[in-house]
């Protein structure tokens, strides 16, 4: 199975903005097993912006552009840093590959964008793509991972996306505040029904909440990709996934065929 997989910021770092070694160290492992069984992982992360404040001693997450750049730039390094670590350990390469939203427009660099990264799946390398955040202003660029992983997924013929969360899928309301709230288990069609849930609840530390969750998951079911949402304080679930159990929750592609 090829398996786009996104990390978000509050998955992978703690609210000090320090790497979550725990949830880091399990997903490495079992994205490295998935690969053992055969499976073809592909990463997009986050997080580079939250390490490099924390790296740099910051009290906050800076609001202007040249600041959130100059963090990105620091924390990217050690982002691949620790998964190049950590897949190391399993025997298993990784590649940094970021991207801006011109190379997904233009189509001749989207096709050298998608000619390396297969290039990199063949030579059994596992991906991590982010946003190239220290050259991406905020007109020009692609603003949230979900989204970016979404446009990847298609891109590059994935069989699913799975968005590892800070919330373990859709709920009918906000599970933080309404005990009622019933997580929803699969969606056929992305109706304004489903757009109305999402808006409502928000993830913490990311760039995206819910709302960009949903968007990732039309573009996705488009192009005839599944998405799930899944809880990502527990990669483990990327097993289930991979069996084909009922996880998080899932937003059927549409086949064409
Ligand atoms: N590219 C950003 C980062 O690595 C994250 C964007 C997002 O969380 O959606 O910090």
């Known amino acids: 199975m090829r398996l786009v997989i996104k990390v978000g910021t509050s998955t992978l770092t703690h609210a000090s903005g320090r790497i979550d070694i725990r949830h880091v160290e399990s997903l490495c492992k079992t994205v490295s097993d998935l690969k053992n069984a055969g499976h073809e992982p592909i990463i997009v ?51 940094q590959v970021l991207v801006t939203a011109e190379d997904i427009k233009n189509s001749a660099r989207q096709a050298h964008f998608q000619n390396t990264v297969f290039k990199l799946i063949e030579l059994g390398v596992i991906p991590v793509i982010n946003e190239n955040d220290t050259v991406s202003t905020a007109e020009i660029s692609v603003g949230d991972n979900d989204t970016l992983a979404a446009i990847v997924a298609v891109g590059i013929n ?25 997580r929803i288990a699969r969606v056929d069609e992305i109706d304004d029904r489903i757009y109305a849930i999402a808006g409502g609840v928000g993830s913490s530390r990311g760039t995206g909440g819910m709302a960009t969750k949903i968007k990732a998951a039309e573009i996705c079911t488009r192009g005839g990709i599944d998405m799930i949402i899944a809880d990502g304080s527990s990669p483990d679930v990327l097993y289930n996934i991979a069996d084909g159990e009922s996880v998080g929750t899932l937003f059927v592609g549409k086949k064409t065929k």
């Open 45 to 95: 992360s986050s997080g580079a912006i939250a390490m490099g404040v924390a790296k740099l001693g910051l009290a906050s997450r800076p609001k202007d552009m040249p600041s959130k750049q100059a963090a990105a730039a620091v924390g990217q390094c050690e982002l691949m840093y620790r998964y190049d670590k950590l897949f190391g350990e399993y025997n298993h390469s990784v590649a």
């Open 158 to 182: 994935a069989d699913m996306l799975v968005l590892l969360s800070d919330i373990d899928g859709l709920y009918t309301s906000d599970p933080h505040r309404d005990a009622a709230a019933e």
